[in-house]
């Protein structure tokens, strides 16, 4: 085994730092939104979207196996990806706000 060079730790400690602002960025930009459509009088879930995505798979509608914070863990060929138990494999719901008021 090779010790780990500088540069390698270096990259390792951009790349937790990147992941960490991609968490936390949807959750400023989140509430951010949330307060600006109340204020235009929108949705305050969707923002007239009348649709919300899957917090479990977002969005996507598949859950990718084999990965931990989103880091392939060993092959890329082990990471299967399965669908979504939370939304079916939609990837997304009804608003229950707005399907409440358009019915
Ligand atoms: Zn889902
Ligand atoms: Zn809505």
Same mark, same amino acid.
């Given at each position: 085994m090779e010790n780990i060079t500088a540069s390698e730790l270096a990259g390792f400690g951009v790349g937790t730092l990147l992941l960490c602002a991609t968490i936390a960025a949807p959750k400023v930009d989140a509430f951010i939104s949330a307060s600006q459509r109340s204020s235009l009088g929108m949705c305050k879930k969707c923002g007239n979207l009348r649709m919300i995505a899957c917090t479990k798979c977002k969005g996507a509608g598949l859950i990718k196996e084999g990965l931990l914070f989103g880091i392939t863990l060993g092959? !890329? @060929? !082990?990471v299967r990806s399965t669908k979504c138990v939370n939304c079916l494999g939609k990837?997304?719901? @009804?608003c229950p706000e707005c399907s409440k008021s358009s019915a």
């Open positions: 092959d !890329e @060929s !082990e990837g997304q719901f @009804s």
